[in-house]
């Protein structure tokens, strides 16, 4: 039985998880996954011009059908190249906890391990909260699962429900957000706040991360990082303001 499915919107996923291979001249395999309402897409990217045969995947053990094969574009002077993609969409019940992608890509065999993908994950404040944070205090994070690389993440205060200041922190290991040095100054509320006057205020935290690939087999073959979001979750905690 041939599935169909719409994967436009794949499109910016794989072209910015899939331009690492496909915007150099040589046609390497790359996997990417994504995840969305619709499910799990796993997709194999190649240079624009590529030609697939006929490309198999399991996953997890379970045939995962016909997969959308999507033509490539070259790139010109507005816009970067975009891959050829064949794209497998799964439910994500049929995951588990964790991932095993098993593709025939025309007679070649790639494999992915992701032991930990679906596994059970809440947002933890590993900062005490009990006392009160200062302005350029660090709140450190973690997802519960130690293997996991916080990719980045954001901060809002809100003050009676009311966003007072937002800070994001972006980069490698990233696993702390920063709470603004001059709360004064980048405070949003319609009230100033009184220096050296404890505040009790929700921190909103968001963050995304990526689980650890452990395997990424297959000529030529390299598997893209793969981006996994929290829900927002509030804290409770008390800002004090310094006397001037």
Known sequence: MVRTFVVGHV???????????????????????????????????REPDHSFGQVRATINGVDAGTPQYTPGRDGTLKSVPEPATATF??????????????????????????????????????????????PGDWVELTTGIASDRIGNGWMIGKLDDRDCFTQAEIGGAVTKLQVPQDLVRSWDCAIVPTSGTPLAIKLAIGIAFSPVITTCTGPALTCDPIDLFMPTTTFDAIVEIPLN
């Open 11 to 45: 499109r910016i996923a794989t072209l910015f998880a899939a331009c690492l291979s496909a915007c150099v001249a040589n046609d390497d395999p790359s996997l990417s996954v994504y995840v969305d309402t619709h499910g799990v897409l796993i997709s194999v990217n």
């Open 89 to 134: 969409l799964v439910p994500q019940a049929q995951i588990g906890s964790s991932l095993h992608v098993a593709i025939d890509d025309d007679g070649t065999q790639y494999t992915l391990d992701v032991p930990d993908f679906s596994s059970p994950r809440t947002p933890t404040v590993v900062t005490p909260l009990d006392v009160p944070l200062r």
